[in-house]
């Protein structure tokens, strides 16, 4: 079944790529998620005629651009591209439990604006801090066979 949102990963570099076959790993592979690389030497033009080719190849109907980086080349170029289309959106600080929640959504038949926002909540939930989360143990008895269980 072709979702009906194709999912644009963009980044300075090749974290697009890595971050989609890091998910893959996961997720599975799916169809119409596409990766888009800022490499040095581009500009701003070079990203719209990504975009432009990404969307041109696709079966979709929307689209969701998930970028690496606010106010970054590769966000301001999809910000302009989305800007002038009402079937494209743009998230920042794509992370790989954001884009694989996205996925999994996306499989499940979410919209364009269900995608956005499982996008904001998984992005930012998906940081934790490991002082924050874990408490050592306080019994410190040489006798606990379970040691470092606590994780």
């Known amino acids: 079944m072709q979702s009906s949102v194709a999912v644009i990963v963009a980044a300075h570099g090749h974290l697009a790529e890595g971050l989609l076959n890091s998910a893959a790993m996961i997720a599975g592979p799916q169809d119409d998620v596409i990766p888009i690389s800022f490499d040095p030497g581009e500009g701003p033009e070079d990203l719209l005629a990504k975009y432009a080719d990404a969307v041109d190849s696709s079966a979709s109907g929307q689209y969701l651009i998930l970028v690496d980086l606010l106010g970054g080349s590769p966000y301001n170029a999809a910000a302009r591209f989305a800007a002038a289309r009402e079937d494209a959106d743009v ?61």
């Open 91 to 151: 998230v920042t600080g794509v992370n790989l439990p954001m884009l694989i929640e996205v996925l999994g959504r996306r499989l499940a038949g979410g919209d364009l604006a269900e995608l956005v926002e499982v996008a904001k909540t998984s992005g930012a939930g998906g940081v934790k801090v490991l002082s924050e989360i874990f408490t050592p143990p306080t019994n410190t008895d040489s006798d606990d066979d379970d040691e470092g269980d606590e994780l």
